[in-house]
């Protein structure tokens, strides 16, 4: 069987600056995999282990990305694939599902496609669903464990884990799959497995490898800026926690807080 | 293309509030845009539901019922979407944020070749021309979305946006449409509420404990007694999270729920940035923590400094006393 993790790499937190050109400038802050990738390579190692193949990582990115392709690498996928070009700079998440695709449909062999539940930076979580419908495949997004995965039947069923409920799913593969952070502990790589992989190269795939031209996003952000600054705040003093914490509770009730 | 079509979310047979601000602000949208306010529904009930949402002031309601739509599957719920889309030629389709209508705007857009924006916090139109606010980075970008001319825009809009739309209204219409045939590639085989959660996006007052709590045992002790006594939700840092001692639906964060009640309590917590950027939208911000440097003070409405220990079994006296409860 084939899986396939889409991998994004984010900062590790968002303190992040807006250029003057309205790109993110993410400059100075650590780059990690995006947290629930984590989670998705993990489930994928898991499936993999049982039915055996290929689990391939494929990022939409640039060659600085390479670093997290190798910790997953080290974390023990078998595969790695890097979609690069100018041309797929900016590119909203349908267009950037479009373009992975183009490169699913060029494999040829995936059956089952595992990514995050949303990207830490943009947080959209458009992606899956806009590549299950880019590639005709169902989705079945959100989802808190996979039941049963059955290459030789083509089905998986699993969990889905919204706000306030519960559905169990069987899907035909193949199928994209989105994970949130509950659904395993992924592992960490040894050190001799990190070791092992710092000279490998993904394979690059870029526009004309996969066929795809005159790139267009519906979507262009026009404005880009921080937040309002929240209203400056009051501590709350007084002789004793008793008394403090009666001033609380007044202040809240005479503001209609509570 | 012109006017708005809301995607109608609904509880029981009662329209969603959601839908209830998506329909307010609709109105004003629709006529921005120089066409009628029209709604879907989908779904066994739609026909009880159609009739509360021509109340709420939609001109035209399209219903899609049909046994393949008896319980939520994309497949299903994006053809009749589709077909409402068709019917009523919008330039703006409308729904809500929650998962369920990530699963279904998402696809939707992608079928359509729409222009997407996901958590939208507020719309504008000018000249024709629609725009879309919404926040990235967990609240430290906002950003406005334009879109290419002519393409129909799918806006996925975070809760308490809008204000709802008044009851009363009538003379709408209520038009059936047939589900167009689509094979529905999913199996759902069984919808259990969870038990016991409190939804954390939907609550209004939510206290959240973290490493500050000391252990397991000690949060317990403290936050759902502050919790019960507001009649809020309690939540929870990652820290405690990853130490096992609440389950991750309480997670707030960057990596949980993105909350924005009228009143958040964080209580033993740092105010790391990842913390930060799921509840620093909320209207009120309380903060409790021994140290007076601790960088959630930042953004607290109301700062105290003391002992978790001390405070909050007092705080809960006090608001049992003063709110009777
Ligand atoms: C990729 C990534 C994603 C993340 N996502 C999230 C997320 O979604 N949500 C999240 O919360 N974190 C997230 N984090 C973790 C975040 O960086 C912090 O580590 C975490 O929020 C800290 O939790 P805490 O405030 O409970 O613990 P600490 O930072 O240890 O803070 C404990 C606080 O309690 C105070 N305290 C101690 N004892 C007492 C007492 N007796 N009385 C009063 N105060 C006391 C201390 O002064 C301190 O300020 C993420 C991190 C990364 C790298
Ligand atoms: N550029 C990309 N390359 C690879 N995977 C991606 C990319 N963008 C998004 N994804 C995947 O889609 C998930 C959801 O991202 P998003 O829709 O941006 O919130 C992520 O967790 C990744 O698994």
């Known amino acids: 069987m084939h899986i396939l993790v889409c991998l994004k790499q984010v900062p590790r937190d968002n303190s992040v600056k807006i250029n003057p050109d309205l790109s993110v400038n993410a400059d100075g802050i650590e780059k990690i995999m995006n947290l629930f990738d984590e989670y998705a390579i993990e489930e994928g190692l898991v499936w993999n282990e049982q039915h055996g193949g290929k689990l391939t990582i494929l990022s939409l990115g640039t060659d600085t990305w390479v670093e997290q392709i190798r910790r997953a690498l080290a974390m023990g996928a078998t595969d790695s694939l890097l979609l690069s070009d100018p041309a797929f700079a ?44 880019a590639l005709g495949w169902p989705q079945v997004t959100y989802v808190g464990k996979v039941l049963e995965v059955d290459p030789a039947g083509k089905r998986v069923s699993a969990e889905r884990h919204l706000e ?24 960490y790589p040894s050190l001799l497995k990190i070791k092992r992989v710092t000279k490998i190269e993904p394979p690059v795939w870029n526009a004309a490898d996969l066929g795809v031209t005159g790139l267009t996003s519906a979507s262009t952000v026009t404005k880009r800026v921080p937040p309002p600054p929240r209203p400056k705040g009051a501590l709350i003093d007084g002789p004793d926690t008793a008394t403090k914490v009666k001033k609380l509770v007044d202040t809240l009730l005479e503001s209609q807080i509570i | 293309m012109s006017g708005v079509l809301v995607f109608i979310e609904q509880v029981g047979d009662e329209v969603a509030a959601i839908s209830r601000e998506l329909l307010g602000q609709g109105q004003a949208l629709a006529a921005a845009l120089g066409g009628p306010l029209s709604a879907v529904v989908i779904g066994a009930q739609a026909g009880t539901v159609a009739a509360k949402v021509v109340a709420l002031g939609a001109t035209t309601v399209y219903t899609v019922t049909d046994p393949a739509l008896a319980v939520y599957t994309t497949d299903g719920y994006v053809a ?202 909320s209207r009120n911000i309380v903060a409790i923590n021994k140290d007076p440097d601790a960088p959630i003070f930042r953004v607290a409405t109301l700062g105290l400094v003391g002992d978790v220990n001390d405070v909050l079994p007092l705080l809960t006296a006090e608001l049992k006393r003063r709110l009777g409860r």
């Open chain 1, 90 to 133: 900016n590119l909203d998440a349908l267009a950037a599902a479009k373009v992975v695709a183009a490169a699913v449909k060029k494999l040829g062999d995936v059956d089952m496609i595992l990514t995050g539940r949303n990207s830490t930076d943009d947080e959209s979580g458009a992606f899956a669903p806009a590549l299950a419908r």
């Open chain 1, 164 to 187: 306030t409920m519960v559905e169990t799913v069987s899907a035909a593969l193949p199928a994209v799959l989105s994970v949130i952070k509950d659904i395993n502990s992924p592992r």
């Open chain 2, 80 to 281: 009749a979407a589709q077909a409402a889309v068709a019917a009523a030629q919008p330039a703006l389709v409308l729904a809500g944020a929650s998962f369920q209508a990530r699963d279904f705007g998402a696809a939707l857009a992608a079928d359509l070749d729409a222009g997407l924006a996901v958590d939208v916090t507020d719309l504008q139109v000018a000249g024709g021309a629609i725009t879309a606010i919404s926040p990235s980075h967990g609240g430290n970008v906002v950003n406005t979305y334009s879109f290419t001319p002519g393409t129909l825009v799918v806006a996925l809009v975070r809760k308490q946006s809008f204000a709802e739309a008044a009851d009363g209204a009538s003379g709408g219409t209520v038009t059936a449409l047939a589900l167009p045939a689509t094979t529905i590639r999913t199996q759902v085989t069984s919808v259990a509420p969870k038990s016991g959660v409190v939804n954390l996006t939907d609550a209004a007052i939510i206290i959240s404990g973290g490493r500050g709590l000391g252990d397991k045992d000690n949060y317990y002790k403290l936050i759902p007694a502050v919790a019960e006594a507001l009649g809020g939700a309690y939540g929870a840092s990652r820290a405690v999270v990853d130490a096992g001692w609440v389950p991750y639906e309480h997670q707030v964060g960057q990596t949980g729920k993105t909350v924005s009640p009228k009143l958040y309590i964080a209580a033993g917590i740092s105010g790391a940035i990842q913390h930060l950027a799921g509840m620093r939208t």
